[in-house]
């Protein structure tokens, strides 16, 4: 089910919901048994991840439970997850911003996909390719975000913006949802 058109009230507001409580649109339990492409990650990116929000080894060695460091590990922002959801923070009057991300064909062998994006309010949005073709089950195929500002924020509007990238084979609609920051 595409989610154009598709929106959800916030119970606490009764507000349409934002980004943050929408997240990739309206779950089909059945469709999600045959999601055609996933993000993958390790328990080393979750880590380095935790590390960069300033937790310190003997935290992480709580929370794990196995000795662990951060020491020597380049931590990862939020943005550099190879996750699903995209979250950038972007000052205006800069060139942008870019993100990598990877896919993992859990699909069909056979599957070639085409991006349709739908841009957060005052970021031009492109991406390294828009064509993904997979030839094998289990073939990764890795790309590049590009995140722009346009023009400059007006006053009274929310500097948080959404915006998606749908990858269609025609036979799997794979979402992706953007949450840009604007400052």
Not at 21 to 50: C, F, H, R, S, W
Not at 139 to 155: A, C, H, R
Request: hydrophobic share 35%.
């Amino acid at each position: 089910m595409s989610g154009a058109g598709v929106f959800l009230i916030d119970d606490s507001s009764n507000d349409t919901a934002g980004i943050h409580t929408m997240g990739a649109e309206l779950v089909n339990p059945v469709k999600a048994l045959d999601p055609g492409l996933v993000y993958e990650l390790q328990l080393i990116d979750y880590i380095k991840y935790l590390c960069g929000l300033g937790y310190n080894s003997r935290e992480m060695t709580k929370m794990l439970g196995k000795q662990t460091t951060c020491t020597g590990l380049n931590p990862l922002s939020a943005s550099e997850l190879n996750y699903p959801s995209i979250a950038v923070n972007l000052t205006i009057g800069t060139a942008g911003l870019t993100v990598s991300r990877t896919v993992t064909n859990v699909g069909n062998a056979q599957e070639t996909y085409q991006a349709n994006i739908v841009e957060p309010a005052g970021v031009s949005v492109y991406l390294s390719t828009y064509e993904l073709q997979f030839s094998r089950y289990r073939q990764q195929e890795s790309f590049d975000i590009t995140f722009v500002p346009k023009g400059k924020l007006l006053p009274g509007t929310d500097p948080i913006s959404r915006g998606k990238i749908v990858w269609d084979s025609g036979l799997h609609l794979v979402t992706s949802p953007i949450a840009a920051r604007l400052f």
